[in-house]
């Protein structure tokens, strides 16, 4: 059974670290991703780990995963509160879906409060920081592992 894990990131995460540190913190995306691939080897998963600023690659990159990939952990950012597209391209993948979401969106601004991508997912992670992103990782190997 494949133990691959796409986790994808949506518009202005390529500004984590730089961008409202008051709200995403200090670590930047490339901290992110190290810390998930450290993870990942603990927890014997393999690891594909994306960032894009255009939803069509998201939505790319979701049919690739398709193909090979166990699971899917997905920040979609803004996209979570506006892309149908991107909901209707995770309903067409068969494996595990995560939502992660840095910071706590339901004290945030009431048009973030709505999630598309939560239609969809298995879990969603929400307020934990970048740590996130480990919770995710570990949610999907026990996932993977209670399946056998």
Known sequence: MSRLVHVLNGPNLNLLGKRQPQIYGSETLADVEAACRTLAGELKLELRFDQSNREYELIDWIHAARETAAAIVINPGAFTHTSIA???????????????HISNVHKRESFRHHSYVSLRADGVIAGFGTQGYALSLRRVAHLLDAKG
């Open 86 to 100: 991107i909901l209707d391209a995770l309903n067409a993948f068969d494996g595990i879906v995560i939502e992660c």
